[in-house]
């Protein structure tokens, strides 16, 4: 059965600080990987996909890697802003049709003042 | 243009009780994923719409739950003989076609079943 899962469950920072999430995944044959931000009450909102020959992604702050031997990946958040409270979600694609993904429970991403 | 949209925003009823979740995709995208979302939980896959016709639903938990796309566009995810264990957020969302695009999530319908 395709998993993802991803640690820590929460985490509190402070504003200006960085931070790291990390993603393990068992999902075969692998298609491409994405990280979401969601913000309490909304929907998902992709930041970065990532396909099997791709070793990093950044979008503004955010900065993506791939390990596709190791089957991890990582979220690097630069220079946290309180805005960037919400949950992080890891999401494997695999290549079988019909574009179903399987999704990580969350980081749960606190940036304090 | 428009995200997707999806009403009602909040939805509840009581056990027993029959329900309709309504979901509007972005104009032209061909396909519409409902997903399941338990609290502190990532997303649970539910059903896949290209077009009118459901290409995946091997997510759907029971026979109590079913989909429609009547049109093409707009669909109703349709929950009958609700459970207290149904309580969770409804998420929709479309993609411009089904072979990896990415998928654009509505702020979905959170549903509570007493």
């Known amino acids: 059965k395709n998993q993802v899962e991803q640690s820590p469950q929460s985490l509190i920072i402070l504003e200006g600080k960085n931070c790291t999430l990390q993603c393990n995944y068992t999902v075969s044959p692998f298609s491409n990987l994405r990280w979401y931000k969601q913000d309490t009450g909304r929907g998902p909102v992709s930041l970065t996909i990532?396909?099997?020959?791709?070793n990093t992604k950044s979008n503004g702050r955010y900065t993506a890697t791939l390990d596709a031997d190791t089957k991890q990946s990582s979220l690097h958040i630069t220079a946290s802003q309180l805005s960037d409270s919400a949950s992080y979600i890891c999401?494997?694609?695999?290549?079988?049709?019909?574009?179903?993904?399987?999704f990580g429970t969350g980081t749960q991403l606190k940036v304090e003042l | 243009g428009a995200g997707v949209s999806q009403t009602p925003s909040n939805k509840v009823t009581e056990k027993g009780k029959y329900v309709e979740l309504r979901c509007d995709p972005i104009?032209?995208?061909?396909?519409l994923y409902w997903y399941r979302q338990s609290l502190g939980q990532g997303p649970e896959f539910l059903i896949y719409?290209?077009?009118?016709?459901?290409?995946?639903d091997s997510g759907l938990p029971n026979d109590r739950f079913f989909a429609v796309r009547p049109e093409g566009s707009v669909s109703t995810l349709k929950i009958q003989r609700t459970e207290r264990g149904d309580s969770a957020v409804y998420l929709c969302?479309?993609?411009?076609?089904?072979?990896?695009?990415?998928?654009?999530f509505g702020p979905g319908t959170r549903l509570t079943v007493l």
């Open positions: 719409f290209q077009g009118t016709g459901a290409a995946d």
């Open positions: 969302a479309s993609s411009l076609g089904g072979g990896g695009g990415e998928q654009f």
């Open positions: 990532m396909t099997f020959s791709e």
């Open positions: 104009s032209g995208h061909t396909a």
């Open positions: 999401v494997v694609k695999d290549t079988g049709g019909g574009n179903k993904l399987t």
